[in-house]
């Protein structure tokens, strides 16, 4: 069973969100090993979100369960959240519902400004590095390698690469409604990530042309080498000299101290945990942009092209369901084809056969099962996933296992300790 538990900016406080940013490797390494059943799991963790996608080896309420705990007492670990809180206004999605949110999220439509292009780079790598650690599984795998795929045809569909819509451009666009121009406008940039190479890039794109960089652990230098940007190692005067302060790191960088009576900025702070202090918005002369205001102009921004996008993740997320739900009963009947054509060619190797009669069986499977391959997928596309199954099971004698569980969630009130962990499904 395919689950996910996700902790997001629809239904989680900032500030508890704010709490639950996590490294998302030691996330996933963390509930990949905390329960037998858990055959993979993979961990998502950005600004606006913190999810585990997992495969579990278990019926559908045990399932749930293992889930939540695993989930809660892993975010305990490496968060210091408190089980009971840690997934309080978390929901839990299992099989098709966790399909469908993760083809979303990988789309960017479930992101504060929707279509951003960033998720989907994030979530690629996430995958990658539970596959490369032995995190995941074969079935999640598939599942984020084609979520990946639709957010490709998603963006491509919608046009998202031209509207360029990411929490970066959201600020810059609410900062620069208040500038005359970009051009001249002293850009001071804290971080030397991923995030702040995008940043750069869209502060080029909308025509500034001063940037400096400072980073917290000493990385300006190289940074900027590489985005031809200015290095600084010196925060105070950095901030008198910056018009517009922008922070994206993943730490605490800015406090009202750090900032000269004199210094007069705009603030954008897109970190999670917060990367400057909210008593830095209460000094004279700084106007503050952070997470929490971004959500609330988020919905402002209209991105023309989001329910183009929409069909085509709602199409992809149904087609990988509706295959996932023959997939049982696809592997029963080539297995069993295959062991049959097996024994017929060791028959033949034993009376001598030259190659030629193994080569020509195994391309007959293959033409054999081509067919009720690609009309098993058609019948779960239409809904009959379950006459697919019946067929096999009556025609050639086959115990085919049940798919994943329904495809409804539900709340799971307690863990296996009987305390109530407040996941809501």
């Not at 309420?61 to 089980?83: F, K, P, Q, Y």
């Not at 996430?126 to 963006?155: H, W």
């Not at 739900?325 to 190797?349: G, N």
């Amino acid at each position: 069973m395919l689950l996910c538990v996700t902790a997001n900016h629809r239904n989680t406080p900032f500030e508890l969100l704010e709490r639950l940013s996590v490294d998302a490797d030691a996330l996933t390494a963390q509930v990949a090993a905390a329960h037998a059943a858990v055959r993979g799991a993979v961990g998502i963790a950005t600004c606006n979100r913190v999810e585990v996608y997992l495969d579990i080896d278990a019926p559908d309420v045990l399932a749930r369960e293992i889930a939540s705990r695993s989930v809660a007492d892993a975010l305990d670990g490496v968060a210091g959240v408190g089980t009971s809180e840690a997934l309080a206004t978390a929901e839990l999605l299992n099989d098709a519902r966790a399909i469908h949110h993760l083809f979303s999220v990988s789309a960017g439509l479930e992101s504060v400004a929707v279509g951003e292009e960033e998720i989907a780079g994030q979530i690629k790598r996430a995958a990658a590095t539970a596959r490369e650690r032995g995190a995941t599984s074969p079935a999640l795998d598939r599942a984020f390698q084609q979520a990946i795929r639709t957010a490709r045809a998603a963006r491509a569909e919608g046009d998202a690469s031209r509207t360029g819509r990411s929490l970066v451009r959201l600020s810059l666009d609410l900062v620069g409604s208040r500038l005359r121009s970009w051009e001249g406008v002293n850009v001071l940039l804290v971080g030397t990530g991923q995030y702040a190479a995008t940043t750069v890039a869209a502060l080029r794109e909308r025509g500034a042309d001063r940037i400096r960089v400072y980073s917290p652990t000493g990385r300006a230098q190289v940074f900027a080498a590489r985005s031809d940007t200015e290095p600084t190692n010196e925060l105070a005067p950095s901030l008198v000299w910056a018009d517009v302060v922008i922070t994206c790191t993943t730490r605490l960088s800015v406090t009202a101290d750090d900032v000269p009576a004199d210094a007069r900025f705009f603030a954008i702070d897109l970190g999670l945990p917060r990367n400057i202090d909210p008593a830095v918005g209460e000094l004279y002369g700084v106007t503050l942009l952070d997470l929490e205001t971004l959500r609330m102009h988020a919905p402002l921004v209209h991105w023309s092209a989001e329910e183009d996008a929409r069909i085509v993740v709602d199409s992809a997320a149904h087609e990988f369901t509706s295959h996932s739900q023959v997939t049982p009963a696809i592997v029963a009947l080539r297995e069993h084809v295959l062991s049959l054509v097996e024994d017929e060619i060791e028959r033949a190797r034993r009376r001598g056969d030259d190659g030629r009669t193994e080569e020509a069986l195994r391309h007959l499977a293959g033409v054999l099962l081509h067919a009720p391959s690609t009309r098993a997928r058609a019948h779960a596309a239409r809904g009959d996933a379950s006459v697919v199954s019946s067929a096999v099971e009556a025609l050639f004698g086959i115990d085919v296992p049940s798919a994943s569980g329904a495809s409804c969630p539900h709340a799971i009130e307690q863990g296996e300790d009987g305390k109530a962990i407040g996941l809501r499904g």
